[in-house]
């Protein structure tokens, strides 16, 4: 029963601001017809490889291919997967799980446990480069591995026979079944299959397998006849249609293109809220929008003062009132609800609009700036229409209030996530960052220093500190005053600047059934049937 907690009580908080959901009980799914579900995905994939996957575009068609050893509820909470049960020592160090019997890849070939066990030290190989390896580190070797100290065989997971797995954790942590959720931990068939996203060869254990990908426009999912839990899975296949724009993912929902879509425009919310009140799925969930800062060169790097007077120049209320869905301006990182947590905010967050922004020029003229030698930043970010909204009016804000001269630079997202990782390029980056399982430490562990996930290149050894003491706490209430005092001292660095918190926003047709928002923000296909319509 434990293994269920911890997304429950945080779901159950964050469902009670959904908008629209209760119309989703109405018709009923008729069994003898199934049928293609066509959803909207506001971005290519980067990678339909778990190992390669780091955008949510990748990973929300990912959970719909593969499945690891645990998976989730529509609500959010852990139940078996791959793996039919597993136990845990006195310890919580030691897991074992038995696998399933029938768990089969869509060639018919047995899922067994040596195939996670391959699968992770791919992951975690650092020949591969994997942007997910962090999220094995509670592994026994997993770090040494990523180091390099260690040759990817010594890893602390084994496989005694095919239909059970042993994993040595470092120290106890209740959240990883629900870690093992995440697509980090799924398995893989083969390097090919995952790497060549070949339809016509194309293996996965998953509710469904890759049959189509057309590059730009749509990709196509077909049930996989040999997945263990078909008898659940109610739709005979899923169109992801591809577009960006979130004006087009609208104009091809209310032209019966699209079944549901994954954004809507914010200029549509109003009349939605009036003329379609029952299709519009808003909630929040675990996840954060934040400005990563160049912490390793000029003009950012170095100069704290900087870094503080941006964060203050920015009128959060005033961000968040155009962008009209709901979001909550952030003053720290870990989102509000994130389970056995507090949220940490600026010591300014108080201060009133005047007090705040004579103080952020104060620090910006104490940096070596004036009106005749301002700053001068380059600000990159993926095309979408709100956040280039958001950073035109970011960009105003630092003009209006402290003089900086920023230049704008969108990329197409499969480009973006390249150059986010090249310092040179960039002075401010726009990041998010999802939940991959609810705990704060998945949110402060990618400011380690050295994560995959650290594009900013902060670190700070008291930072990692305390993080690391943190996994090593028995104890809730030392183990939470660890993280907080980590997020506090990470905030007065300013490596970022936390803009506002997540809501997801959906357009989803009356016939589609299933919809559910969670705490992650995760609506896999398999949940979902389509009525008579």
Excluded at 46 to 73: C, H, K, M, W
Aim: with cysteine.
């Amino acid at each position: 029963m434990s293994r269920h907690l911890l997304a429950t009580a945080v779901t159950i908080g964050l469902l009670a601001a959904v908008v629209g959901c209760s119309r989703h009980a109405g018709p009923s799914f008729d069994a003898s017809t199934l049928s293609e579900l066509k959803r909207g995905l506001g971005g290519e994939p980067a990678s339909l490889d778990p190992a390669a996957a780091s955008d949510n575009f990748s990973t929300q068609v990912i959970r719909d291919l593969y499945e690891g050893l645990t998976s989730e509820s529509p609500t959010g909470e852990v139940i078996p997967g791959v793996a039919s049960s597993w136990t845990v020592d006195s310890t919580g160090t030691t897991y074992t799980f038995q696998l399933r019997t029938d768990a089969r890849w869509s060639n018919g070939k047995l899922v067994s446990a040596d195939d996670f066990v391959a699968s992770w030290r791919r992951v975690l190989d650092p020949k591969q480069g994997s942007p997910v390896s962090s999220d094995l580190r509670l592994i026994v070797g997993a770090t040494a591995i990523m180091s390099g100290q260690l040759a990817p065989t010594s890893l602390g997971a084994s496989a005694p026979s095919s239909h059970v797995l042993i994993v040595n954790l470092v120290q106890p942590a209740p959240y990883f079944p629900q870690l093992l959720a995440h697509s980090a931990a799924f398995p893989i068939y083969s390097d090919d299959s995952a790497r060549t996203h070949n339809p016509a060869s194309w293996v996965s254990n998953g509710p469904f397998v890759l049959s189509e990908w057309r590059p730009g426009t749509n990709l196509r999912l077909s049930r996989n006849a040999l997945y263990w839990d078909r008898a659940n899975v109610k739709l005979e296949g899923v169109q992801y249609r591809i577009a960006a724009d979130q004006n087009a993912q609208f104009v091809a929902y209310r032209a019966g293109q699209l079944d549901m879509t994954d954004t809507v425009p914010p200029n549509a919310i109003p009349s939605l809220r009036e003329q379609r009140p029952s299709e519009l799925v808003i909630a929040p969930y675990l996840a954060t929008a934040y400005y990563g800062l160049n912490f390793t060169t000029p003009p950012l790097g170095g100069n704290l003062k900087l870094r503080r007077a941006l964060a203050m120049a920015i009128d959060r209320k005033r961000l968040v009132a155009a962008l009209a869905l709901g979001q909550a301006g952030a003053y720290g990182f870990v989102p509000p609800g994130t389970w056995n947590y507090g949220p940490q905010d600026w010591d300014w967050e108080k201060l009133d609009d005047a007090e705040r922004l004579a103080e952020a020029r104060r620090l910006y003229g104490e940096a070596g700036y004036t009106a005749s030698a301002p700053l001068r930043l380059r600000l990159l970010f993926n095309s979408s229409p709100s956040i280039k909204q958001t950073a035109i009016m970011i960009a105003a804000m630092w003009k209006q209030e402290l003089g900086v001269d920023t230049g704008l630079a969108d990329e197409e997202f499969r480009v973006f996530l390249q150059t986010r990782h090249d310092r040179q390029k960039w002075d401010v980056v726009r990041l998010a960052w999802n939940a991959d399982y609810n705990d704060a430490s998945n949110f402060l562990d990618i400011f380690r220093t050295n994560s995959p996930n650290n594009d900013t290149g902060y670190s700070n050894p008291a930072f990692d500190k305390y993080l690391d003491e943190a996994a090593h706490a028995a104890d809730p209430q030392l183990r939470r005053d660890l993280l907080q005092s980590a997020e506090r001292l990470m905030l007065a660095d300013y490596p970022v600047i936390p803009l506002y918190f997540f809501v997801s926003k959906r357009l989803v047709k009356p016939y589609v059934l299933g919809v559910r928002p969670n705490a992650l923000d995760r609506v896999g296909s398999k949940e979902l049937s389509l009525a008579s319509h």
